[in-house]
């Protein structure tokens, strides 16, 4: 019975995954209707927060203000820093240069776990590396271009260690209280840490607007799947599965997206492509594997 539960969250994993390989596309769609990247952000998480307190306890603040601050950095790290420093950067530099390197993500989380704790295994460090390379195959798809943007290229390494470090909060948080407390604080501290980016760059898109269909649709996709329910489930398979284990399957997510977007944008699936999913899945398993 444990073990069948146990491959019912690897399952999950992969779903989940999957679901934001594809939000890289709706993200692109909303873009393209004018929505700035703060703004889309602040859409999402506002919509997953207030749809989170149909399931979250009314308990408002943790037990103490040291899980409190922990809490508050964790919608930092997995929400306002992440998404900001992401979405800037692929206004600078190469979306191909953003989806390589955000996706080491899993190996700085196995990186700063095994400086932490120090339970890290060859096996699992070798399965990382070698779905990295599938990751790069599958990025690039056949169509390799090298163009180093520093700044770029150094708010996305920002943004994997921000992922990197909200595992391992979620990690600690998730022995002490509820999953849903946790993802509903997460969502606050995030939309709340969003809010000097429009000091920056002020809010310019027409509101009514957001109930065209393509646009509400979308911004639903993001709040209520990608955001509300994934973010639940997500930090329920870190408690299950371990950070490590469950981190390795973000290594799947340009998969998901290279097969969306040849199926929902048309766009070109070349052989390198096929064999960096290959690598993908072969070094996920074996990283995963006991």
């Known amino acids: 019975m444990n073990a069948m539960k146990n491959y019912i969250y690897h399952i999950v994993a992969v779903l989940t995954v999957g679901i934001w390989g594809l939000t890289f596309i709706s993200t692109k769609v909303l873009i393209g209707h004018s929505l700035s990247p703060q703004e889309i952000f602040l859409l999402r998480f506002l919509i997953a927060y207030l749809g989170i307190w149909f399931i979250s306890p009314r308990k408002l603040f943790a037990d103490n203000w040291k899980d409190e601050s922990w809490l508050f950095l964790g ?13 800037t950067a692929l206004e600078i530099t190469l979306a191909t240069n953003v989806a390589f390197i955000v996706c080491t993500a899993p190996l700085l989380t196995t990186i700063l776990s095994l400086w932490i704790y120090k339970k890290v295994t060859r096996g699992l460090m070798a399965g990382s590396l070698l779905a990295l390379v599938g990751v790069a195959l599958v990025v690039y798809n056949g169509s390799f271009v090298l163009k180093i943007s520093p700044l770029g290229d150094f708010l996305t390494l920002l943004a ?10 979620m990690r600690k948080m998730s022995n002490r209280y509820g999953i849903t ?3 509903r604080k997460i969502f606050f501290y995030g939309v709340l840490t969003i809010l000097p980016a429009f000091l920056i760059h002020p809010w310019n898109f027409d509101i009514v607007r957001l109930l065209e269909p393509a646009i509400l649709f979308n911004l639903l996709f993001l709040g209520v ?4 329910i994934c973010f639940v489930v997500w930090n329920v398979v870190l408690k299950q599965l371990g950070t490590i284990r469950a981190s390795n399957y973000i290594y799947l997510n340009p998969l998901f997206t290279l097969v969306g977007s040849a199926f929902l944008l048309g766009e070109q699936l070349t052989i390198v492509a096929l064999m960096g999913a290959v690598l993908i899945l072969g070094g996920v398993y074996w990283a995963g594997k006991k």
């Open 160 to 169: 994997a260690f921000s992922w990197a470090f909200y595992s391992l909060i």
């Open 75 to 87: 919608g930092i790290a997995g929400g306002s820093f992440y998404f900001f420093t992401e979405n």
């Open 181 to 183: 407390f946790i993802t």
């Open 225 to 228: 799947l990608a955001s509300l």
